[in-house]
């Protein structure tokens, strides 16, 4: 069983940074890609980024690409998701995620509880 707790969200002016953590507890945290997810009011669960088993691979969503980085910390147990010029459009819970190294929801098999990332203007 592997659990996750997200941490760091909170509230930021657009333009502003955030860097959400995601700290692993359980078993086999090295053996799962990690994947972030955000879901806004009203819309759909949606893929953000994710990094590979040893971390030499990432995949980012068109829309933060350029703006997010995603890193893991295998020694710390932790993945973590710096996101920079934040737009208003970023607000959402995020969640991250571990399962196999894709975009598809349905690929992860293990969920965090969410943290709300709220972009003001």
């Known amino acids: 069983q592997v659990q996750l707790v997200e941490s760091g969200g909170g509230l930021v002016q657009a333009g502003g940074s955030l860097r959400l953590s995601c700290a692993r507890s359980?078993?086999?945290?090295?053996?799962?890609?990690m994947g972030w997810f955000r879901q806004a009011p009203g819309k759909e669960r949606e893929f953000v980024a994710a990094?590979?088993?040893?971390?030499?691979?990432?995949l980012y969503t068109d829309s933060v690409r350029g703006r997010f980085t995603t890193s893991r910390d295998n020694a710390k147990n932790t993945v973590y998701l710096q996101m920079n010029s934040l737009k208003l459009e970023d607000t959402a819970v995020y969640y991250c995620?571990?399962?196999?190294?894709?975009?598809?929801?349905?690929?992860?098999?293990?969920w965090g509880q969410g943290t709300q990332v709220t972009v003001s203007s």
């Open positions: 990094i590979s088993l040893n971390g030499d691979n990432t």
């Open positions: 359980g078993r086999s945290f090295n053996r799962y890609a």
């Open positions: 995620a571990a399962g196999d190294y894709s975009t598809m929801l349905r690929t992860y098999y293990y």
